[in-house]
């Protein structure tokens, strides 16, 4: 574990005049904890593992630094920089919508070099074509799921070969499971001297031991904390068979502007979407099955505001940043504990204060209570007026059991939400 004195602003970190303006441009006033402590260490060259609460402004992390590298080696005007499909600063990323994004910011950051910098995201559910053009000569930085970029330089259209930086984005998704097969693959294909930065906010102990191998004496920064998110977790015990009652009556109450909700599977999305609409709450679906031309359209849609509530599985969990999104519910808990920190981590971004809900039947407690355990909270279990769960919890399902007194019977975790700060959409 490495602590670093933090710099008080961007100045203090070493960042060169351009991508300083542009930060004051953007409102960055300051740098996040994660920033001031990564920024110099990457800026020397390190390899780095860093963990930090979503939300956190980890894209800024390896974007700036990387941009300032590349601006420093087309100042030395290396006669083989334009030659080739090659890449310098390589990406790796989960999803599509994710890709996206972290190259439009990275876009962003280098409006200050005058089209000198060139960024390219390439990613399935769209035609090959457009990408392969936009990489033909090579490209600076490159942000990719893993899938399509094996499929790009099967069709040699790009080279991996003079990667200087690469960078795993939602390091623990992609070293997980089912990314397993295509990490290595194009690893094999990655030269062996680089700089490699992991990012993620969360790191499970069977991924910590594969970083071993990727990463050469590398400085490790871990801020995680869930006292440091500024999301407000709740959890409210419903009957079997009215957590869409319970929906309705929370979204119509206190009339989210934005609601984002998480179900397990696409299936789920459409059926929960069915149900809303028979009670008069519009909302949209995005899951991996849907075209990417659908889920963009959507996913722009709820960001600027024209759609209210959005169902999603785990692929809207990971990096997706929704400004100012007010209110996450898991309508069905995760099945990764990990996933329970992305989850909530759409809400409370960027310092901004976010409501995250989770509704729980008797069935789903004990589950709930080993996410509470990987994820190291306590949270009280409340009941909602007029839909008090009638199902009798055992002493064993109970987070905190209290002792009956001999005095008048008391009802245990029961609040109401009326009136309740946290609910309001502010």
Request: glycine residues 6%.
């Amino acid at each position: 574990m490495t602590t670093v004195t933090a710099p008080a602003n961007f100045i203090e970190l070493g960042l060169i005049s351009p991508l300083l303006v542009r930060l004051i441009e953007l409102e960055y006033h300051q740098p996040t904890p994660i920033q001031a402590q990564a920024i110099p260490s990457v800026l020397e060259g390190r390899d780095l593992i860093a963990g930090a609460n979503t939300g956190s402004g980890k894209t800024a992390t390896f974007a700036l630094p990387l941009l300032q590298h590349l601006h420093a080696k087309k100042a030395l005007k290396r006669s083989d920089d334009s030659q080739g499909n090659y890449v310098t600063g390589l990406i790796l990323v989960p999803t599509r919508e994710l890709a996206k994004q972290v190259a439009d910011s990275i876009k962003s950051y280098a409006v200050h070099f005058n089209g000198a910098i060139n960024t390219v995201a390439v990613f399935g559910g769209v035609s090959t074509n457009a990408q392969m053009l936009a990489l033909r000569g090579g490209t600076d930085v490159l942000v990719a799921t893993p899938g399509r970029l094996l499929d790009l330089i099967s069709s040699n259209a790009i080279k991996l070969d003079r990667v200087e930086t690469l960078v795993l984005d939602e390091a623990d998704r992609m070293l997980s499971l089912g990314f397993t097969d295509e990490i290595a693959a194009l690893l094999a294909l990655l030269p062996k001297k680089k700089q490699t930065l992991l990012f993620s906010a969360t790191f499970p102990e069977q991924v910590k031991t594969l970083t071993q191998e990727l990463l050469s004496n590398p400085i490790e920064i871990q801020l995680q904390s869930a006292d440091a998110s500024t999301v407000v977790q709740r959890v409210f015990t419903v009957n079997k068979g009215e957590k869409t009652a319970v929906l309705v009556h929370l979204i119509k109450q206190y009339q989210w502007e934005q609601v984002l909700i998480f179900v397990n599977s696409k299936n789920s999305c459409h059926h929960l979407a069915d149900k809303l609409a028979k009670r008069d709450v519009v909302a949209e679906v995005f899951h991996g099955d849907k075209g990417q031309g659908a889920r963009s359209r959507v996913l722009d849609a709820f960001k600027s505001g024209e759609l209210d509530v959005l169902i999603a599985t785990d692929i809207a969990a990971r990096g997706l940043d929704i400004e100012k999104l007010p209110v996450v519910i898991n309508f069905d808990l995760p099945r990764s504990p990990s996933d329970y920190m992305h989850r909530i981590g759409r809400s409370g971004r960027a310092g901004e204060v976010g409501l995250a809900l989770s509704l729980i039947d008797h069935e789903d407690y004990h589950h709930f209570k080993v996410i509470e355990k990987k994820n190291k909270i306590l949270l009280e279990r409340e009941s909602i007026d007029g839909f008090e769960p009638s199902k009798v919890v055992s002493v064993a399902d109970k987070p905190m059991a209290k002792p009956e007194g001999s005095g008048k019977k008391k009802r245990k975790n029961k609040v109401s939400v009326n009136g309740d700060v946290w609910l309001k959409n502010t």
